[in-house]
C-alpha cells in the first residue's frame, strides 16, 4: 500500500452535487486525476456538501420552535432525497432506504422536544450522509472505483477553552496534526477513490458535531492536512478568487496564485469563495490549496501555497457591509490605567468579538464584523447601556469597511495618492492597518460607499498599485473569461511600420498623425443626433492639419487662451466665430475683451469678473460655467470639479451670479460643466446634461447645455474600450426628457490621441542593480503624461519586432528621477542603441505639452493622410 498514499481532496458544494450532470464532472474529475500519477499511485478523497437548500431546511428544524410540527419538513426531505435518487436512475430504497428512515425516526426521537443539541447537530448531519451515499452509488455504477467513508470516523472535534457548549457541538474545529498512522489506516479503505461527507466530525463524546458555517471546505483541509495531501481543490462556480467582487467590479483579475497569508487576509475580509477557516489547516500543514470553477474546469483558478512569488502590492479590494462602528470616549474622571480592559472585558459579557481598533488619549472606536457576530438591535442597545457606565458611546451604523488586502502596504502608500484622494471626499470614520501589513482599512457611510469600488479598483491599476501586469498572479478579467478578450482593432500604425522607421530616420523626437483616424473619431460622435454641437478642445493638439480635419468633419472649436483663438482663425480663417468657444480659466481682462471682439462665444465661471469688469459684460450673451460639486476622470490633476479645483461656479452661487447678470443686462445663453478627463463611466455625461437642465430652468435664458469633454480612451491593452453606444444611449434618453435644449460636447482626447504616436530613437541601454533601462532620446520633455499624471502609454520596439524580451525601464535624457516613459515594460532583450521606439496613443496632451526644458529640441511633428 506504501506507494498508493498520495491522495489528492476534492471540495464539490451543494449546487454541484444537485445534479447528475454535475455528477458526472465529478466521476470525470476524480478518474482523472487517479490516471494523472504514472505510477497510478494517486488516489482521491470527494469531501461533498448536502444537496443545494438542504443544509438550510435541516437548520430550521433543528432550531424549529419547540411545539413546531417538524415532520413535515422531514417527509419533504425525504420526497426530495427519493426524486433526486430517480433523477439519477437509481433505486432510492435500496440506496438510501435505511439512511431516510433513520431521518423520520429523527422526528421521533426523545432528544428532539428538548432540542438537545447532539440531537440538532445529528438533524444537521443528515444532509452530507445522504448525498454522499447518493453520488457513491451513481458513480459505482458508472464504473468508478468508488466507496463510501464516514467522515466521524476520522475527524475528531476538539474543545477550545472559552467556547460554548453550542459551539463545542455546533460549530467545531478538528484535530489535523498529519499522522503517519492514520494516513496508513485511511489509506487501507479497499477503493482508489472515496466519497466522504463535509460539515461533520466525531464529538468527544462519539457522537456527531458540525463544524458550523464554511464547513465542508474546512473538512476538506483537515483531511488535506491530515493525509497531507499533494493538494486540496475546492471546486465552486466561480472561476476563483478575484481582486474585487467581480459582480460589482467586471474588470476584476483572478488571482492565480496567492500566499497563504495573503488568501486569509482576503477570504477574511470579504472573498465569498473559501471559507477563511479552511485556509489554517492547509497552511499548517503545508498543502496548496486551488480554487476551480466546476462549470469551466479548464481555467486554472486560484492556486495558494507556500512558495507564491510574494511580489509586494495590492491583490484585492473588498467591501463588507453592514458593520457597526462603536465610538467610546473616556470620561474625563475615569482612572485611565484598565480603560481598554474595562471596555474590552463588555464585550466579551456580550459575546461580541472586535475587529479594527483606531484609538487616541481619549477616544477608542471599534467595528463589528456581521459576519463574525450577531449584531441585532438588542444586543447594541444592551452593549451601549453597560459601556456607558465607563465612557460615552456613539454606535455609527450601518457602514461599510473597505479594505486593500496585499503584501507590503506600507512600502506601497506612494502609490496610493489617488486612493487616498477618492476617501478624502468621502466621510471616513476609521483607517486601520493591519500590523501583519497586509491590509489597510477604511471605514466610511454604507451608502457612500456605492459604486466605490470600480473606481478605486481602476486607481489601483492606474497608480501602480496593484501589479497587474504581473502575470504569475494577475489572470484574466472576469469580463474577460465571461465574454472573451476585448476585440480591438489594430492600431493604424502596426501598418504603418516602414514609413514611420524611415520618417525616424529624419530625426527624432517626432510625433506623428494618422489624419484617417481622427476623421473616424469625429465622425462617430458628429453622427450622434442627440448632440447638437461638436467642439474639439484645440490643447488636445492644435496641430493646423487636425483642426482643418475636424472643423471638416463639422465640428466648431474650443479655444481657453487668447493664443489658441489666434491660431484658430489664423489656421482656418473662414471658420465663423459662432463656431468657437472661449472657456479659459483665470484669463487676463484683456483676452476676454479681445474674445468678444472677435464674436466668439465667451463662457465665464466665476462671479467676481462680473462684479469687477461690470462694463466689459454688459449687455453682452455669455456662457457660464459651473462646478457640480465634484471632479472624474484619470487622475486627481485632471478633475475639474469640486473644492479642490479652481474651474466654475459653485452651484449655491448660481442664484447671485444670475441676479448680477440680469442687474447688468448679461443673458445666461448657455450652462457649462467639464468635470474631468478620461472619465470611464459613461453614464456620466448624462448626469450633467441632468443637473445642468434642472439649473437652467431655473436661469430661463438658456439655449444650450454644454456637458463637456472627457470621454476616455483605452491607453491600456487591457482597459475597456469606452462604451460609446452606452454614452449615447445614455445622452439621447435624457436629451429627450429635457428636449428644450441644445446640447454640445467638447472632447479633446478622444479624436486624437490614438491618431498620434511619438518616435525615439535608443540612446543607451544600461543596467543598474539589477534594473534594465533603455534611454531614448526624450523623455518628459516630449511627452509629459506619465511623468505627470502617472499615464500608461504602450511602448514599442519599432525596430525589432520578434525575439525574446525582458523587462525594462525606458527613460529620457532629461535630468529629472520622474523622467520615466513607462516601467517594466517587455522589450526585446536585444533592443539596441538606434532602434526605433514607438510611444503609442501620443496624440493627445503629447506634443502641446512638450517643452524644451534641459534646453532639448522640440518634437518634429508629420502628418499621414491617406
Ligand atoms: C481640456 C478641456 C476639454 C477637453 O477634455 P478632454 O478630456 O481632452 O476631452 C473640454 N473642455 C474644457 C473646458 C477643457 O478645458
Given at each position: 500500500m506504501a506507494q498508493a498514499t498520495r491522495w489528492i481532496v476534492l471540495k464539490f458544494g451543494g449546487t454541484s452535487v444537485s445534479r447528475r450532470n454535475r455528477w458526472d464532472t465529478i466521476g470525470r474529475l476524480a478518474a482523472k486525476r487517479m490516471a494523472a500519477g504514472d505510477d497510478g499511485g494517486t488516489r482521491v478523497l470527494v469531501v461533498v456538501s448536502a444537496l443545494s437548500g438542504v443544509t438550510n431546511a435541516l437548520q430550521a428544524i433543528a432550531s424549529?420552535?419547540?411545539?413546531?410540527?417538524?415532520a413535515a419538513p422531514f417527509a419533504e426531505l425525504v420526497e426530495r432525497h427519493r426524486a433526486f435518487c430517480a433523477d439519477l436512475d437509481l433505486d432510492a430504497d435500496a440506496v438510501v432506504g435505511q439512511r431516510l428512515a433513520a431521518l423520520q425516526a429523527l422526528a421521533v426521537d426523545p432528544r428532539a422536544t428538548p432540542r438537545a443539541l447532539d440531537w440538532q447537530a445529528e438533524v444537521m448531519a443528515q444532509g452530507e450522509l445522504l448525498s454522499s451515499t447518493i453520488g457513491v452509488a451513481y458513480l459505482a455504477g458508472q464504473g468508478l472505483d468508488v466507496g463510501w467513508c464516514d467522515a466521524r470516523q476520522w475527524l475528531d472535534a476538539v474543545s477550545l477553552p472559552n467556547q460554548s457548549a453550542w459551539a463545542q457541538r455546533l460549530s467545531v474545529n478538528c484535530r489535523h496534526e498529519h499522522d503517519a498512522a492514520l494516513v496508513e489506516r485511511f489509506s487501507?479503505?479497499?477503493?482508489r477513490a472515496l466519497i466522504t461527507q463535509g460539515f461533520i466530525a466525531r464529538h468527544a463524546d462519539g457522537g456527531t458535531a458540525v463544524l458550523g458555517r464554511g464547513g465542508s471546505d474546512t473538512s476538506a483541509a483537515y483531511f488535506g492536512a491530515l493525509l497531507k495531501a499533494e493538494r486540496v481543490e475546492i471546486w465552486t462556480d466561480v472561476p476563483g478568487m478575484f481582486s474585487a467582487n467581480p459582480r460589482e467590479v467586471p474588470d476584476a483579475r483572478l488571482l492565480a496564485r496567492l500566499d497563504y497569508a495573503e488568501a486569509q487576509e482576503i477570504a477574511t475580509t470579504g472573498?465569498?469563495?473559501?471559507?477563511?477557516?479552511?485556509?489554517a489547516p492547509c497552511r499548517d500543514a503545508r498543502v496548496p490549496i486551488s480554487i476551480l470553477d466546476t462549470e469551466r474546469p479548464e481555467l486554472p483558478g486560484t492556486r495558494i501555497d507556500?512558495?507564491?512569488?510574494?511580489?509586494?502590492?495590492?491583490k484585492a479590494i473588498s467591501r463588507r457591509n453592514g458593520v457597526v462602528l462603536v465610538a467610546m470616549e473616556s470620561i474625563?474622571?475615569?482612572?485611565?490605567?484598565g480603560f481598554l480592559a474595562d471596555i474590552f472585558e463588555r464585550f466579551k459579557r456580550h459575546g461580541l468579538s472586535v475587529d479594527l481598533i483606531g484609538s487616541s488619549e481619549t477616544n477608542v472606536t471599534i467595528s463589528l464584523d456581521p459576519s463574525e457576530n450577531l449584531v441585532t438591535g438588542n444586543v447594541l442597545e444592551a452593549l451601549a447601556a453597560d459601556l456607558a457606565e465607563v465612557c460615552r458611546v456613539k454606535v455609527i451604523a450601518p457602514c461599510a469597511a473597505i479594505t486593500l488586502v496585499g503584501r507590503g502596504m506600507r512600502s506601497l502608500l506612494h502609490r496610493l495618492s489617488d486612493i487616498w484622494a477618492t476617501f478624502g471626499r468621502e466621510r471616513v470614520h476609521l483607517i486601520s492597518q493591519s500590523s501583519n501589513d497586509l491590509n489597510l482599512t477604511f471605514v466610511i457611510d454604507e451608502a457612500d460607499a456605492d459604486g466605490l469600488l470600480p473606481q478605486l479598483h481602476a486607481e489601483l491599476i492606474r497608480g501602480g498599485a496593484?501589479?497587474?501586469?504581473d502575470e504569475s498572479v494577475f489572470g484574466p478579467s472576469w469580463r474577460e473569461i465571461a465574454h472573451g478578450r476585448p476585440q480591438r482593432a489594430a492600431p493604424w500604425w502596426a501598418a504603418a511600420r516602414e514609413r514611420l522607421l524611415q520618417q525616424a530616420q529624419a530625426g527624432t523626437p517626432r510625433y506623428a498623425y494618422d489624419l484617417a483616424t481622427v476623421r473616424a473619431r469625429a465622425a462617430e460622435l458628429v453622427a450622434t443626433?442627440?448632440?447638437?454641437h461638436c467642439y474639439f478642445a484645440i490643447k488636445a493638439n492644435p496641430h493646423a492639419d487636425i483642426l482643418r480635419t475636424v472643423v471638416e468633419q463639422g465640428f466648431g472649436l474650443e479655444c481657453v487662451s487668447q493664443g489658441e483663438l489666434d491660431h484658430v482663425f489664423a489656421t482656418v480663417?473662414?471658420?465663423?466665430?459662432?463656431r468657437v468657444l472661449f472657456t479659459p480659466s483665470f484669463a487676463p481682462r484683456r483676452e476676454y475683451e479681445a474674445a468678444f471682439a472677435r464674436g466668439v462665444t465667451v463662457t465665464i465661471d466665476n462671479l467676481e469678473a462680473l462684479q469687477n469688469w461690470p462694463e466689459l459684460f454688459r449687455g453682452r450673451e455669455i456662457w457660464l460655467r459651473l462646478d457640480l460639486g465634484h471632479g472624474e476622470g484619470h487622475h486627481e490633476k485632471v478633475r475639474?470639479?469640486?473644492?479642490?479645483?479652481?474651474?466654475g461656479l459653485p452651484t449655491a452661487r448660481l442664484d447671485a451670479f444670475v441676479a448680477a447678470a440680469r442687474a447688468l443686462g448679461v443673458r445666461i445663453t448657455g450652462l457649462h460643466a467639464?468635470?474631468?478627463?478620461?472619465?470611464?463611466?459613461?453614464?456620466h455625461w448624462r448626469e450633467v446634461y441632468a443637473q445642468l437642465a434642472g439649473l437652467a430652468d431655473a436661469v430661463d435664458t438658456v439655449e444650450t447645455i454644454d456637458i463637456g469633454g472627457g470621454l476616455p480612451v483605452a491607453?491600456?491593452?487591457?482597459s475597456p474600450v469606452f462604451d460609446l453606444a452606452a454614452w449615447r444611449a445614455g445622452i439621447e434618453e435624457i436629451k429627450q426628457a429635457y428636449p428644450r435644449y441644445r446640447l454640445a460636447v467638447e472632447p479633446g482626447r478622444y479624436l486624437v490621441a490614438e491618431a498620434g504616436v511619438l518616435l525615439l530613437a535608443v540612446t543607451q541601454v544600461v543596467e543598474k542593480d539589477g534594473v534594465r533601462r533603455i534611454g531614448a532620446d526624450a523623455g518628459m520633455n516630449a511627452l509629459m503624461r506619465p511623468a505627470m499624471y502617472e499615464a500608461w502609454h504602450g511602448i514599442h520596439n519599432l525596430s525589432r519586432v520578434d525575439g525574446a524580451t525582458v523587462s525594462f525601464d525606458i527613460v529620457g535624457?532629461?535630468?529629472?528621477?520622474?523622467?520615466?516613459?513607462?516601467?517594466?515594460r517587455l522589450l526585446?532583450?536585444?533592443?539596441?542603441?538606434g532602434d526605433v521606439l514607438l510611444i503609442a496613443?501620443?496624440?493627445?496632451?503629447g506634443m502641446s505639452m512638450a517643452n524644451t526644458y534641459n534646453l532639448r529640441a522640440m518634437p518634429a511633428e508629420d502628418v499621414l493622410n491617406d
Open positions: 424549529a420552535p419547540v411545539g413546531e410540527d417538524i487501507a479503505q479497499p477503493t472573498a465569498k469563495v473559501l471559507h477563511p477557516r479552511s485556509i507556500a512558495s507564491a512569488v510574494t511580489v509586494p502590492g495590492v474625563g474622571m475615569w482612572q485611565q490605567v496593484m501589479p497587474v501586469r443626433t442627440a448632440v447638437d480663417p473662414e471658420l465663423s466665430p459662432r475639474t470639479g469640486g473644492i479642490a479645483a479652481k474651474f467639464h468635470l474631468g478627463s478620461g472619465i470611464d463611466d459613461p453614464r491607453y491600456m491593452p487591457d535624457p532629461i535630468c529629472e528621477t520622474g523622467d520615466v516613459l513607462g516601467r517594466d526585446p532583450s536585444a533592443t539596441a542603441e496613443d501620443a496624440g493627445a496632451y
